[in-house]
């Protein structure tokens, strides 16, 4: 939308965003000044070595299994040492293929694994994406096989600009009550591509809470059994109304 000329066409003065929020109560507002989400990347490794039997080349050097295990492991370690640092960062493993599910005595030639990785500064993500293909090399390396490492960020992080961030509370605390807004906390490691927005012009991301379970569960997004609570869209109408009174009076 940006590439094929949205602001040009629309200009404007700022820009506001809302989203469900399974996990915080209805009609609840969550924001934050700042980075509110993280940006996200993506990640393909190929492990490539001969290969070979189960159990005549198992002590070989060549089980890739093991070097994607190693690879794993050392990536976790450098994660958790930048967490524990207080710059967050995550990297998982969402598809890992190798070998054939029929055949339990040969050592596979390739092991593919694909991911996607989240950080909340765009150096910290370039930081990642290195030392992930730094550990991937060596630990290859270590057992005389390859690695094709491509990775890319896709999504910055999610930043509100501290005006604009006011006045969406402001318009929140009018919909529905100061006591019903959270505008501290920490942000949330998932991301959200209404960020190349807040890159060319300055605003606000919020959410709207879908609901909590008297037992503290809740259906989340991007899951079959999401179901998105009807009872919330009255007090997000109203929030929008609010945001336009807001910026009308300040303007």
């Not at 005006?163 to 100061?178: D, F, H, M, W």
């Amino acid at each position: 939308m940006i590439e094929d000329g949205l602001l040009e066409r629309f200009p404007c003065d700022a820009i506001y965003g809302m989203h469900t929020g399974p996990g915080i109560p209805a009609t609840v507002f969550a924001t934050l000044p700042g980075v509110l989400m993280a940006g996200s990347g993506r990640f393909d490794i190929a492990f490539r070595g001969k290969g070979g039997h189960g159990g005549l080349d198992a002590d070989a050097g060549q089980d890739l299994a093991l070097v994607q295990a190693h690879f794993l492991l050392d990536l976790e370690a450098y994660t958790q040492e930048r967490r524990t640092a207080g710059r967050h960062v995550s990297a998982a493993v969402a598809s890992l293929q190798g070998g054939r599910p029929d055949v339990y005595n040969v050592l596979p030639t390739e092991i593919c694994l694909l991911g996607s990785t989240r950080a909340f500064d765009r150096a910290e993500h370039r930081l990642l994406h290195d030392k992930m293909m730094m550990i991937a090399e060596e630990v290859a390396g270590r057992s005389a096989a390859t690695a094709d490492v491509h990775a890319s960020i896709g999504v910055p992080p999610l930043l509100n600009s501290s005006r604009e961030t006011e006045i969406a509370v402001r318009a929140a605390r009018a919909t529905v009550g100061t006591g019903r807004v959270m505008a501290e906390g920490n942000p949330i490691s998932a991301s959200e591509d209404f960020a190349f927005l807040l890159e060319r012009l300055p605003g606000a991301f919020i959410f709207l809470g879908n609901g909590v379970s008297d037992d503290g569960s809740f259906r989340n997004i991007h899951t079959p059994s999401f179901d998105f609570n009807d009872a919330v869209l009255p007090f997000g109408i109203q929030y929008w109304i609010n945001i336009v009174k807001e910026e009308l009076a300040v303007r």
